[in-house]
């Protein structure tokens, strides 16, 4: 009976689904590797160099360099989406037990690998750092917290602030533990985690409804998520961009070709 409750549960259903599209191959995205990938176009050497021992923010990559290398990454997921889920909408409502899960399975899938892209470009540290498939607690918070950016809320964007500024403040290199699995957060991550799991079931119901007939479910099913996933993505962007993380403060002070930290952010550290 428990477990029937459980199931039932809009957050348990949200945190089940996360940690199975987490499971997928090619989901997880390589950090190093990435932004290697990412910032070739942009950037030299050195400065990519930097910014994975580092981070692109302290590695003085300018942000409108990370935005552009954002867009590409957002075009990128976008399209492979939107083609996958098209061809999970061809075979028609007789499939619709098999192709509903794998298409919401595989939609959730790229969020999560746009969520950690943008994070990485955007300064945040490795959120898979560890060879387990299994989603540790703080890390199953701050995807929470992007995925409910994606969707709008209001206190996920607050949440997500709060995260960055102790980052920013301990200039650390992981995720806050305490306040992502048992702190002031964590209130907010289960919260988000509730209203997601109800938005999904709807999703659910839209994406059954757009498959109903072959073929044009194909066009429906593809146009619904290019529809959806580039706005998602492209809020997630917008609001990790303007965080503590890339700030001045975090970035290398350029004098007479020679780097050096910027007064400010030193004092800032400084004092705390």
Avoid at 108 to 136: C, E, N, V
Avoid at 172 to 184: D, E, H, M, S
Avoid at 207 to 230: E, Q, R
Wanted: with cysteine; glycine share 6%; proline share 5%.
């Amino acid at each position: 009976m428990a477990k029937s409750k459980d199931i039932e549960n809009p957050e348990s259903r949200f945190s089940a689904v996360l940690a199975a599209a987490a499971r997928l191959p090619g989901v997880r995205i390589d950090r190093e590797a990435y932004l290697r990938k990412a910032l070739a176009r942009y950037c030299s050497d050195d400065e990519i160099r930097s910014a994975i021992e580092e981070t692109p923010a302290r590695a003085g990559i300018p942000i409108e360099t990370l935005d552009k290398a954002a867009t590409d990454s957002i075009k990128y997921e976008a399209a492979k989406a939107s083609a996958l889920s098209a061809a999970a909408g061809i075979p028609g409502f007789v499939a619709l037990p098999a192709t509903v899960p794998a298409d919401l399975a595989q939609y959730f899938g790229h969020m999560l690998r746009i969520a950690q892209k943008l994070a990485y470009l955007y300064s945040w540290p490795d959120l898979f750092a560890t060879d387990s498939d299994d989603l540790d607690d703080a890390t199953k918070g701050a995807l929470t917290l992007f995925f409910g950016v994606m969707f709008g809320t209001q206190s996920a964007n607050t949440a997500v602030g709060k995260v960055a500024e102790m980052m920013s403040k301990e200039v650390a290199r992981k995720l806050p533990q305490k306040a992502l699995t048992q702190g002031v957060i964590y209130p907010i991550v289960k919260k988000v985690a509730s209203y997601l799991g109800v938005e999904m079931t709807k999703q659910t119901f839209a994406k059954t409804v757009s498959k109903a007939i072959p073929v044009v479910g194909a066009v429906v099913s593809g146009g619904l998520t290019l529809a959806t996933y580039l706005p998602m993505a492209r809020r997630l962007k917008k609001h990790l961009s303007s965080l503590e993380l890339t700030k001045p403060s975090h970035r290398p002070t350029r004098v007479k070709g020679v780097d050096v930290e910027g007064v400010q952010g030193a004092d800032q550290v400084q004092q705390q």
